[in-house]
C-alpha cells in the first residue's frame, strides 16, 4: 500500500500549514497506514470529513471532535489568536461547517473567536455583534440558503471576509450551489469565496494571509 | 390575421386587472392589429416589452415610456394611493423593472411610491427609508446578483414581499437565476417571488390581493 | 450550546407569526435545548421537517402530525376562518405539503379549507370545487410535475394565488425544479411562488397579507 | 462541393415523407448546390429555417413563407384533409413553429385545421374549440412558457397528443426548456413530446402515424 | 382519508385506457384505500411503480411482476396483438422500462412484441430483427446512455417511434437526461419522445395512435 | 434623476477603497450624472465595464483604458508598491481581467506587478517566474479553461492566493463557469475565488487584506 | 431469460478486445446466466462494478478485486508490457478507477505501470516520476477535482493522453463534471477523454491504440 | 506588447506539433505582434478561429482558409499520408469543424482522408464507406445533435475513434453538450472525446498517437 499515498510532511514549512489528510473518499485501512507513516516520521496531521466510526477504529487515541468530523494526531501548538480571526455563521445548521473552520485554524496554532447564528433574516442579531467583528483582522463567513451575510456583513467592515456556503436548506437551495453562487454574485466588493462546505479550505486561506501579509511575516528577499 | 390573437377584454372584470399584450415575440403588424381590435371595442390596453421602434411604428400616438418598455394604449383611471405600495429597488440597474412594476399598477389605477438604490450591500442606504416602507400595504422588491434586499427587508417589517429578481450583472448571476434562487433560498418566512425581470407580474400580484384581500374588497357570496 | 442559536421570540409581534424551527438540519439535543429556552419563556413554536424519530425523543410531548412532519409547542390561538384561506392541491403526493401549509396557518390561529386532488389532467375535479374556491380571500395552490394547476386556477378566479412546486415524480420533473419554473413561467399573471415543497413559507405569506393588507389590518402610522 | 452532401432523395419511399434541407447551418451556395441536384433528379424538396435572405438569393422561385422561415422547391401533391390533423397553439408567439408543421405536411400531401391563441390561461377558448379537436385524428399542440395546453388537452381528449413546446418568453422559460420538461413531466398520460421549435418533427411525427397506423396504411407482410 | 384522492373511473370511456395508481409517493394505505374505492365500483386498476414491499402487503391478491414493479387489479381483458406493436429495448438494464410498457398494454387489452438487447453498438442485433419490426404498426424505442436505438430505426423503418429515455449509467448519461436530450435532438425525422423510465406513458401513446388513428378508429362525428 | 443613484462616496473611509461605478447595466445619462454628483463633492470615482463609446461621451476627459474598460475620474493616490502585489494570468486572452484588477488597485493606491501569459500547460514558463512571485505579499491569479495556474501556484507558494476565472473559450468552458468551478474544486488548500472576469472583485479582496492583516494595519480597539 | 441478452462474443475479433460485462444496473441471475453461456461457448468474460455480494453468488469462482470492483471469468491470456502503458493517477482516491482500467488491460493481454498520488497541488510528485512516464507509449490519467493533472503532463510529454475523470469531492466538484468539464477545456492541445470514473473505457482506448496504430498492427488492405 | 505573450516555438520539438494561435479572443495587433515575433525567428505557425476580416488585415498574407477559419504562417512540410488519418463527419453542417481537423494534420505534415455526410439517420451512408475507413489507422468522427455516429461506428471497426461533439442544432442539442454527453456515454467501448468544435484538438490527438505509438515511432530510453 506505501506506493498509494505521499504523504506531504512538509507542508508546514513550504506553505505554514500542516498537512491534512480528507477521509471521506478513503478507506480505514488507508488512513491507518497513513498515521503509521506519520507517526515514525513523528508528524502531527489533521484528519478532516472522519465518520466517528472510522475515527473509533483508528489507533492510536485521536483528539476528535464530532461535531466538525476532525481529528488531530499528534501533538499541535499552543494556541495564538493574534491577529485576531472571527467565524461568523448565519444558522444553527452551518455550525459543524464553521467548526471544522476552528479546528483547522486550532491544529495550525489559530484561535479562532465564533459567533454563531447572526443570520441577516434577523438583522439586529448581527449589528450586535458588530463590535467584536471589527476587532478581527480576518473574518470566515459562514451561511447557506440565500447566503446573505457576507455581502451585509462586507458592506460594514473592512477586513478580507472569506466566504463559506453550505448546503443546508432544500429544493432551491442546490446543496449549496445556490449560496456559493449569490456569494459571488454579491455587490459586496472584495468578497473571497471557497467550495461549498469547506470550512477547512477558509481556514487555510486565513491562514495564508497571516503567513504571508500580517504584521510579522517575513517576506522572501 | 384575426384568428391569431383572442384578446381578453373582460380580463378586468374577471381578475381585477386590465388586458396586457407581451409584444417582445410579436411583429409590428400583430400588435397593431390587437390595438385596432381594442379600438373598435373601446378597450384600453398596456403594452409591455414594447421597444421604440415599435412603440414610433405604432398608432394612434401611445402613452409610452421608453425606460420601461411600456405603453398605454387608451384612457386609464385616476391613480389611486390607497392601499399604498412600495417598490423597493436594489440598484440604479433595477429601475425599468421596477418601473414596469409602477407602470402596470398605474395603467390599473394604482399609485405606488418608489424607494431607488437601496441595496443592503450598503445597508444605511435600507434603514433610512425604512419608515416609509412600515407604511405600506404591499411591498415589491426589484433586486439582482445574490438578491439580499427582500431577505433583509422582510426580516424587519410584516407587510406580503413579493420579490422580483433582475437579470442585472454577469458570470455567476446567470442572467438572473441567482437572485431567482436565492429569494426562493431565503431564511426569512413569507416571501414570494414571479420572474426574473417580471415586474409586469409583481405588479399584478399585488392587485391580486388588494382586489380579494384589501379592506374595501367584497368577498363572492 | 446556549451559543449556539438565539430564538426570535419576538417575531410575533414584529412580522405577524410565531417563530418557527427547521429541525431538518439539527441534531435532536439541539432541538431540544431549543424547546426548553422557550419553555423558559413561556413562548409557543412551531417545528417543521421534523422526523417522527425525533418527535417521539423530545419533551415535554407535542402536538405532532406525522404527515406533515410538523410539530406545535406549547399553546396555539383559536383558529380563525375569516378572511377564508383555500389552500389547493393537484395530487395526492402533494398532500403532506398541503398538510404543512395547513399545520403553519393554525399554529398562527388561521384555519383553511382543504380542496384535495383536483389537478387540471382532469379538469372537471377543479372546475367543481370553482363555487368554494371563490368564495376565498387567498388561495395556497400545491402542485408537482407540471404544476398546470396555478395557471389554469389564476385564469378563472382574481385571488392572490401563492405557487408551491413540489417534489413529486422522477426524471424530467427533477425533483420540483420543473414544477417551479413551469409556475414562474405561467403567462397567467400574477401568480406569486416559494420554494420547492415549502408549505410553510407560502402560509407565511397568507399571514403577511392578512396582518396587512386585510379589511382589519391596521396601518402603522 | 458535391461530396459534402447526399441528398436522401428516395426518403419519401422509405419513410413517407420527403427529404428535407435544414438550412439554418448551411451557406446559400450549399443549400443552391443541393437544390440543383434535385432539380436534375426531378425531386421536390422542402426547406426548412430558410431566411428571407437566402430564400431571395435562391433559384429558381421557391414557394416561400416567412412567417414559418420554410419553402417548397418543386411540385407538391395536392392535400388531402383525412385523416383530420388538428395543430392547436397556445399564444399568438407560438404561430411560427406551428405554420412550420402546417406547412410540412402541405409538402406532404396533407392539410390540416389550425386552432390559435387557446392557452389555458384563458381556459374558455380551449374550451370553445374542442368540438372542432375532437374530430380530429391526430393533434400537434404548439406551446411555450409552462406549456400546460397539452396536460389539459390531454385530460380531455382521447387523440395522440404530439406536444412541442417552444422557445417564447424570457429568464425562468429558459429558452423552452421549461416548455419542454414540463410537457414531459405532465401528468397526463400518452403525451408526446419533440424538441424545442421543432414543428418541422412534429408534423413528421404525424405523418409516421398516418402512414402505419392510418385506417388505409398498409402493413408490410 | 376519502378526501384525499378522486379515482378516474371514466378515463377508460374518455381516453381508451383504464385510471392507473402510480404508487412511488403513496403511502400504503392510501393505496388500499383506493383498491377498496375500486372494488366497491368493481373497476379494475393498474399499479405502477409498486415495490414488491406494498404488493406483498395489499389485498386481495394482485397479478403482480417484480421487475416492472406493476401490478393488476381486477379482470383484464384478453390481449390482441393486432394492431401489432414493437418494444424494442437497447440493453439489458433496460428491460424493466420495457417490461412497464408491455405491461401497461396488457392490461389494456394489448399484446406487444418483446425485441430485446439490440443496442446499436452491436449493429447487427438490430439489423436482424428488422423484418419483424417492419410488421408493426407502431415502435416503442427504450434505450438509455447515448440512446442512439431510436435514430438508427427511425431513418430504416417508416414506423411512428416513441422514444423511453432510460436512466442507466453513470456520470455522462445524467440519471437519463443525456438520453433525453439526444432522442430530441435526433437528426431522423418524426421521433418523438416521453419522459425518462417512463414506460407506461409510451404505452399510453400506443394506446391513444390506436384509438384514434387506426384502422378501426371510430372518428367523432 | 437624483433619486435614482445614492453614491457612497464614504466607501473609502469605511472599507479602505473608494467608490467604483459599474457601467454595463447604465446608460450614458445616468453615469454622467454619477459624475457630476462626484465633481460637486469633489470626490474620485473608478469606472469599470465602461466601452469605449461611452467614455468618449462623458466629461470632463477620464483617464481611460480600452483594454480594461476602465476610467479613473478625478485625481488618484500615487501609487505604493508595499506590500507587493503579483498579477499572474495565464493566457493572453486573460490580459483584459488582469488589467482591470490592476487599475483597480492603482486607483487606490497601489502598483502591482503584472505576470503575464504563464499558464501550466507549459510549465517552465511559470517556473522562470516563481522567484518574482515569492517576493510578493499577496497573489490574484487569473484564468480561465480549465484555470489550473491556481492550483499549481497554490502548491509551490504560500502566499494567499485570489482566483479569477476567465470567461474565454468555447464549449466546455461554459463561459467561464469551468474555470470557476475547477479552481473552487482544487485540492490546493487555502484557494480564494471572485466571480468570473472580476478582476476588480479580486482587487478589492487584495485591498482588504492589506488593510486589515498588513503590518501597518491599525486594529480597531 | 435467454432472450434477454446477446453476447458479443466476437468482439474481441472484430474490436480487439474481449467482451465485458457492466453488472451495476444487473441482477445476479441475469449475470449468472451471462456467465453461463460463456462456460457453454468456453469464452472468457470480464466483469465491471461487480460488488462484492455479488461476485461471491457467482460460481464458478472469479478471480475478484475488490477495489476495482472487477472479476475475471476464464482463462487470461499471459500479460505483455510492450508497448507499455503508464495509467497515472492524482490522488489516492482515484485508485479504484485506475485500478479498473489496469484490471481491463491485463485481462486483454497487457500489463500497466502504475504511478500512483502525483496530483499537481505537490508538483515534485509528478515531476520526479516524469522519466518512467516518458517511456510510455499511452499514459492515461485519473484525476479529479480541477482534474489539472493531464494539463500539466500533456505540455510536458509527447504521449497520446487519455483523461478519466473521477468523482471524488463534494460541492463545486459536481460528482466528477468539474474534473470532465475541466479536462475538455484544457489549454493544453490534443488531450482526449472518457467517462467520469471510467477505467474500463479508457483502457480499452489504449487497447484500439495499439492494435491499430502500434508498430506491429497490422493495417487492413 | 512583447510582456504579454510567450511563444513556445519548441514545441513542435517537445510534443510533436507546431505552435498554434487560437485567435478568437486576441485582437488584430495581437495576432501580428505574435506573427512577427514567428518571423523573426523563421518559425511557421498555425492560426485557428481566425476571422477572415482579421486574416485581411494580418502580413504577409497566409494561406487561409475560410470554411474552417485556420491560416497557415510560414512553410509547412509535404504532407504524408501513412499512417492513414479518416475524418468522417456526420453532417454537412459539421463540415467546418472537420476541415479545421485536415487543416491542422496538414500543417504537421499529414493528409487526411474524409468522409463526410454520413450521419446513421441514414445508416446505408456510413455502411457504403466502412471498407475506405477500415483502412485507416485513426478514426476522427465528427458529429452533432444526437452524435450517434461514433457510437455506431465503433462497433463495427477497431480504430481508436476520437470523436468531435459539434454545435449544430437547436433547443435540445445546447450548443453542443448533448453531443458531447450522448458520446461520452457510449455503450461503445474505447471511444475518447475532444470538447465541442475542438477540431484542432482531435488533430493534435492523432498526432500525438502517431508519434509515440506508431510503427515508425522511437520510444525514449
Chains 1, 2, 3, 4, 5, 6, 7, 8 share one sequence.
Request: charged content about 20%.
Amino acid at each position: 500500500m506505501s506506493d498509494e499515498f505521499q504523504i506531504d510532511f512538509d507542508r508546514d514549512e513550504r506553505l505554514g500549514f500542516g498537512e491534512a489528510i480528507f477521509c471521506a473518499g478513503k478507506s480505514t485501512e488507508q488512513v491507518q497506514a497513513i498515521l503509521d507513516a506519520a507517526m515514525q516520521q513523528q508528524k502531527s496531521l489533521l484528519l478532516t470529513r472522519c465518520a466517528l466510526e472510522m475515527a473509533a477504529a483508528l489507533g492510536p487515541p485521536l483528539d476528535y471532535d464530532e461535531v466538525s468530523q476532525t481529528a488531530f494526531f499528534g501533538a499541535t501548538a499552543p494556541a495564538s489568536d493574534t491577529p485576531r480571526i472571527a467565524i461568523v455563521a448565519a444558522g444553527t445548521s452551518d455550525i459543524p461547517v464553521a467548526r471544522e473552520a476552528e479546528r483547522t485554524l486550532r491544529f495550525n496554532g489559530r484561535q479562532a473567536h465564533m459567533i454563531l447564528d447572526v443570520g441577516v433574516a434577523g438583522l439586529w442579531r448581527l449589528q450586535a455583534r458588530l463590535p467584536e467583528i471589527r476587532k478581527s483582522a480576518i473574518v470566515i463567513a459562514v451561511a447557506g440558503m440565500d447566503a446573505a451575510l457576507p455581502t451585509v456583513l462586507g458592506g460594514l467592515v473592512p477586513q478580507p471576509i472569506i466566504g463559506v456556503p453550505t448546503s443546508v436548506g432544500y429544493g432551491a437551495t442546490r446543496s449549496g450551489e445556490t449560496a456559493l453562487m449569490a456569494m459571488l454574485s454579491s455587490c459586496t466588493p472584495g468578497l473571497t469565496v471557497v467550495n461549498i462546505d469547506n470550512g477547512y479550505g477558509a481556514a487555510c486561506a486565513a491562514l495564508r494571509m497571516i503567513a504571508r501579509v500580517a504584521a510579522d511575516a517575513p517576506l522572501d528577499q
